[in-house]
């Protein structure tokens, strides 16, 4: 299994308290990702980092900011937690191989987010 | 809009040939086809991807038809672990290198002893 903790696993928090969701990983791969999955809707991309620092949109981004310091760590803030934000949030890294094309994505094992 | 459809739910008998199909009839000519699977709540696995020739590997097979148009994925001996929710995805956005998979809602595969 590649290298990536997310942390915490489980957390329960209010409406309009900040929240950081950390994902780490070992393997150093150069992308990382925090995706969001919810019935009915499946995973949806929120943010994702191309390298230190570089980061970009994706799909469902209002509401978060990312930030990515060093290449192992990429953090999920939720400046002011809403109850819509109540969701499981799975991180994934990927690298380019030799030739520069994909490589699979893998998966963290997503943390559980309850907003009250 | 995950640019796929997938049947929500199949069975099959352990053992057997698990044959989940997917269409993609408006795939581009350089989208590659791609297949996660996911079991209860863990995260995503990858299987398998190809362009346009089958591809096979320790998991699975993948069957691309000549017009691309469909595919199907292929576990050869289905065991019981195998049950998940398989997800085909077509539309990956190359941003930076970055890969921005689009999941649609997969197909619920439950396997059977």
């Known amino acids: 299994d590649a290298g990536i903790t997310q942390s915490p696993r489980h957390k329960v928090t209010e409406t309009g308290t900040p929240v950081t969701l950390r994902c780490h990983q070992t393997?150093?791969?150069?992308?990382m990702y925090w995706y969001r999955q919810d019935p009915g809707h499946g995973l949806r991309l929120i943010h994702y980092?191309?390298?230190?620092?570089?980061?970009d949109k994706g799909e469902v981004s209002d509401g978060y900011s990312v930030s990515r310091s060093k290449t192992e760590d990429f953090l999920l803030t939720l400046e002011s937690a809403t109850s819509s934000q109540t969701s499981v949030y799975f991180c994934?890294?990927?690298?380019?191989?030799?030739?520069?094309?994909?490589?699979?994505?893998?998966f963290g094992p997503g943390t559980r987010l309850t907003v009250l | 809009d995950a640019k796929t459809t997938q049947p929500p739910s199949m069975d099959c008998a352990e053992g057997r040939a698990a044959n989940l199909p997917c269409n993609h009839s408006t795939i581009s000519g350089n989208e590659y086809v791609y297949w996660y699977r996911q079991i209860h709540s863990q995260g995503p696995q990858y299987i398998i991807h190809?362009?346009?020739n089958n591809e096979t590997n320790e998991m699975a097979s993948l069957i691309i038809t000549e017009d691309r148009k469909s595919s199907t994925l292929i576990l050869p001996h289905a065991t019981l672990r195998d049950t998940a929710v398989y997800y085909c995805?077509?539309?990956?956005?190359?941003?930076?290198?970055?890969?921005?998979?689009?999941f649609g809602q997969g197909t619920r595969l439950t396997i059977n002893p």
């Open positions: 980092s191309y390298g230190v620092k570089d980061t």
């Open positions: 190809g362009l346009k």
């Open positions: 393997e150093n791969h150069r992308y």
């Open positions: 994934a890294i990927s690298e380019l191989d030799r030739a520069g094309s994909y490589n699979e994505q893998f």
């Open positions: 995805i077509v539309r990956v956005a190359r941003i930076q290198g970055a890969q921005k998979l689009v």
